[in-house]
């Protein structure tokens, strides 16, 4: 079986399911009809920067075909983070500030080295200060030739409204399931009760998939991270304090986290109504139903709003320390004889 990287390496188009918008980036490289700056929005691990690579290498391949060809030099050095005009910002544990975006407006007002375009490719640009914003706004306004913008976000409302208004905004979704569990199954070979298992954890997010399934840490994390939840119900609110500041301490793992345990108590939430067919984590399925016993209706529909709160809070520049703590303050207390 092909590892992950070779398949990357050769293994052409990546980007899986977003069909649409494939179709619409393709059209708008065959046309020439293509926005300055987009903008692609979607949860995290959906495949927003795959997507971005693949219009980096749309714009580029040396293959005179529509389709980028995956293979060509070109193809080949976005894929490994080397092509001279691609630039990928996309450490989520730091801010984007505005001494990066000046240095990216002085590579920008140079024509490419190497291809027919330079593609800028900002992740997570909820990251940027709102100075780093606002000078990146101005190269918006008035953008330099050959030079295609793609910021990305999990959720709109964390860019200026004045950013987006100037990007073509595209919506990606998480996949069906199913269709995860099928790419699992055909492209990486996994059994079919492992890629089920992988495919409802990911919860349609293609990229958590493929990554979970080639790295086993993923599968411990979400482990740890479920169990400092269950521990912190059980705890006094001082010691949930303590919990809250060692989990922020890896503030680039809380997104996931969060997600995580969005899906755990929507989880509890369905076994509470005695629907355990659809549950995401699976595995858990007992847990689930003891958990469900545990709280009172109220009580996890209250848990799932306050996790969902903590991500807006996160995503929108609060500290992650504060938003970890308020979160886990406001978590019920389980009796521990109930267990
Ligand atoms: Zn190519």
């Known amino acids: 079986m092909a590892s992950m990287s070779e398949q990357g390496a050769q293994g052409f188009p990546s980007v899986i399911g977003h069909q649409w918008a494939v179709e619409l980036l393709q059209r708008g490289v065959t046309t020439g009809h293509l926005s300055h700056a ?95 914003a606002n000078c990146l706004l101005k190269t918006l306004e008035e953008p330099p030739p050959k030079v295609v913008i793609v910021l990305t976000a999990v959720e709109a409302q964390a860019l200026l409204p004045t950013i987006i208004s100037r990007c073509q905004v595209f919506q990606l979704r998480s996949l069906p399931v199913q269709q995860v569990r099928q790419v699992l199954e055909s492209q990486l070979g996994l059994d079919a009760s492992r890629a089920e298992l992988l495919a409802r954890l990911s919860e349609g997010r293609v990229g958590w998939a493929m990554a979970a399934s080639a790295d086993e840490s993923l599968l411990r994390d979400r482990e740890k991270y479920l169990v400092a939840l269950e521990q912190a119900l059980q705890q006094d609110l001082a010691t949930r304090i303590h919990l809250a500041q060692r989990l922020a301490r890896n503030a680039a793992a809380l997104p996931d986290v969060f997600e995580l345990w969005q899906s755990w108590w929507r989880d509890v939430l369905l076994a509470k109504s005695g629907n355990t067919d659809s549950l995401t984590n699976v595995d858990r399925k007992a847990a689930a139903l003891n958990e469900a016993q545990r709280y009172t209706l109220d009580e996890i529909v209250s848990c799932l709003k306050a996790v969902q709160q903590a991500a807006e809070q996160v995503e929108h520049n609060v500290s992650p320390s504060l938003a970890m703590e308020v979160l886990l303050m406001r978590l019920p207390r389980a009796s521990v004889e109930a267990a």
């Open 38 to 132: 987009y903008f692609f929005v979607g949860p995290t691990r959906v495949g927003k920067t795959t997507l971005a690579l693949f219009l980096a290498q749309s714009l580029n391949c040396l293959d005179p075909q529509p389709t980028p060809c995956g293979q060509c030099n070109a193809c080949r050095k976005i894929r490994r983070g080397v092509h001279p005009d691609v630039r990928v910002l996309d450490d989520p544990s730091s801010s984007i500030g505005i001494e990066q975006i000046r240095e990216l407006q002085r590579e920008m007002a140079l024509s490419p080295f190497e291809g027919r375009w330079r593609v800028i490719v900002l992740c997570d640009f909820q990251r940027a200060t709102q100075e780093a």
